[in-house]
C-alpha cells in the first residue's frame, strides 16, 4: 500500500466547553488558498453599519513604531454579526489602512459581556489562522487591557490549545491603563470614557479583578447594547444570527 506524505490533524473538543466547532469543522481544503490572500475577500460590500460603531479602528504608534489597531469589545453586537462577515470586514480594514509595515493589536476588554459582545476564542482563532502570513510576522505584539480573571483563567488553560503559538506568546495583559501608558504614549489612541470609568473602579478596587468584588461600572455609565443593536436594528435583521 502506498502511504500518504500529506499531514493530517485531529481536534478533539469537549462538548461542555462552550467553544463554536465550526471554525473547526467546516474548515475544508477547498478555498483554503484563497484565504491566504486578501484579493478574495475583497468586494464592494458596505461594511458602514461596522465602521459606524467604531469596533476596530487604526490610529497611532506604540513606542517600537508599530501601527495601532484599536479593538474595543463592548462595541461588538456578537449575537447579529456572524463570524464570516466579521473576518472579511477585519481582512477589509487590514488591507485598506494597514498595508505594510508592523503593527500592533490593543483590544479594550473592559465590561465585555460574553453573550452580548463576545464572538468566541474558536472564531479568533479562525480568523488569526487565516490571515496571510505576511501580517502574521508584521503583528508585534497584542496589548490585551482589563482581562478580567475569566479571561486570564480560560486563555492560561485553553489558550496555548485553540490559539496558536504565534498568538499565543504575543499577548501582553495590561491590567490598568497606567501600564499601557508604559508601551504606548498618552494621545496615540483613544480611550472611551467608559473604559477610563472601569479603570478608575478597578484602581480603587483591586479584588475586582480577581472576581470578589462586583463591577458597579456594569451598572451605571455604561454605553446601552441598544446603541450596538437599536441604530442599525433594521439593517441587521437581514443578517445571519451566529449566537
Known amino acids: 500500500m502506498r502511504s500518504s506524505s500529506e499531514d493530517f490533524s485531529v481536534v478533539v473538543l469537549a462538548s461542555d466547553?462552550?467553544?463554536d466547532t465550526r471554525?473547526?469543522?467546516?474548515?475544508?481544503?477547498?478555498?483554503?488558498?484563497?484565504?491566504?490572500?486578501?484579493?478574495a475577500y475583497l468586494s464592494d460590500e458596505d461594511f458602514s453599519d461596522l465602521d459606524a460603531l467604531q469596533i476596530f479602528r487604526v490610529e497611532g504608534t506604540d513606542n517600537n513604531g508599530n501601527r495601532i489597531f484599536?479593538?474595543?469589545g463592548k462595541y461588538f453586537p456578537a449575537p447579529v454579526v456572524s463570524g464570516e462577515r466579521v473576518k472579511k470586514y477585519i481582512f477589509h480594514k487590514l488591507s485598506i489602512e494597514l498595508p505594510e509595515g508592523p503593527f500592533c493589536i490593543v483590544y479594550m476588554h473592559s465590561t465585555v459581556q460574553k453573550e452580548d459582545n463576545s464572538p468566541g476564542m474558536a472564531v479568533?482563532?479562525?480568523?488569526?489562522?487565516?490571515?496571510?502570513?505576511?501580517?502574521?510576522e508584521r503583528l508585534r505584539v497584542v496589548y490585551f487591557l482589563h482581562p478580567g480573571l475569566r479571561s486570564r483563567f480560560i486563555l492560561a488553560t485553553l489558550g496555548r490549545f485553540f490559539l496558536s503559538k504565534g498568538l499565543?506568546?504575543?499577548?501582553?495583559y495590561v491590567?490598568?491603563?497606567q501600564y499601557l501608558w508604559e508601551d504606548i504614549k498618552k494621545g496615540e489612541i483613544e480611550i472611551p470614557?467608559?473604559?477610563?470609568?472601569?479603570?478608575?473602579?478597578?484602581?480603587?478596587?483591586?479584588?475586582?479583578d480577581y472576581g470578589i468584588e462586583p463591577a458597579l461600572l456594569h451598572l451605571t455609565e455604561v454605553r446601552p447594547m441598544g446603541y450596538?443593536?437599536?441604530r442599525y436594528e433594521g439593517r441587521w435583521q437581514s443578517r445571519e444570527y451566529l449566537s
Open 175 to 177: 491590567s490598568r491603563l
Open 228 to 230: 450596538s443593536f437599536g
Open 124 to 136: 479568533l482563532r479562525w480568523i488569526y489562522e487565516d490571515l496571510p502570513s505576511s501580517y502574521k
Open 23 to 39: 471554525p473547526f469543522l467546516l474548515a475544508s481544503s477547498e478555498g483554503k488558498e484563497n484565504w491566504n490572500d486578501f484579493s
Open 70 to 72: 484599536r479593538i474595543i
Open 168 to 172: 499565543y506568546w504575543k499577548i501582553k
Open 17 to 19: 466547553l462552550g467553544v
Open 193 to 208: 470614557d467608559f473604559v477610563r470609568g472601569h479603570d478608575d473602579i478597578l484602581e480603587h478596587r483591586p479584588l475586582t
